[in-house]
């Protein structure tokens, strides 16, 4: 979708990036649980580049996850997948998945859906969708750095609604007993 944006325009907006300071991970209501559970990805290390595949410039699947760390206490999790580099005033949410099982796991390639699916719950994320979203930087932007935060919760959530990010951290407040992160990172020049 922001492939077709002009270069220029990505340029003009470099030094508009909320940072990892505003990531969900590093929020006030989150501060005090643990970064404990360790995140990776058989396809791309802390810090390094996304495949492509993995992008709007490929088939835009989501790339696999795996976790380790979970407190045995934990009742559920949440993923989140944000971009801190967007030209927006908070990261951009590329995905929600507010209840997964508790404990270690993991997530194949392409596990999160690109469309809403009958009977996945997902939250909404920043394209008012119930799907996965795949990084999408615009060009001349820059490198984005892409977030993939899991949330190890005391209990799991009653969800009344499809929750967006301010749902999900108002709901986690309080309430995560570890969490982790994987920063991947994407760049359309």
């Avoid at 979970?70 to 971009?83: F, G, H, I, Q």
């Avoid at 404990?103 to 969708?129: C, H, I, Q, W, Y």
């Avoid at 967006?164 to 982790?180: E, F």
Wanted: contains cysteine; hydrophobic residues 35%.
């Amino acid at each position: 979708m922001l492939q077709y944006l002009p270069k220029f325009v990505g340029r003009a907006m470099r030094g508009k990036r909320p940072g990892l300071q505003r990531l969900a991970v590093n929020r006030p209501e989150v501060s005090n649980a643990p970064a404990s559970i360790e995140v990776k990805s058989p396809a791309f290390g802390e810090g390094c580049t996304i495949p492509a595949k993995y992008s709007a410039d490929g088939d835009g699947s989501s790339p696999p996850l795996e976790w380790h760390g979970v407190p045995s206490r934990a009742s559920s999790l949440v993923l989140m997948v944000e971009d801190a580099d967007s030209p927006t005033g908070e990261p951009l949410v590329h995905a929600i998945v507010p209840v997964l099982p508790r404990g270690d796991g993991t997530l194949p390639e392409g596990a999160l859906p690109k469309n809403a699916v009958e009977g996945r719950v997902m939250g909404r994320n920043s394209f008012l969708k119930q799907a996965y979203a795949p990084p999408d930087p615009p060009p001349g932007h820059g490198p984005h750095r892409y977030a993939f935060e899991v949330f190890a919760l005391d209990d799991a959530p009653a969800l009344s609604r499809t929750p967006n990010r301010s749902a999900i951290l108002d709901m986690m407040r309080g309430r995560v007993l570890a969490k982790g992160c994987l920063i991947g990172t994407y760049e359309r020049a």
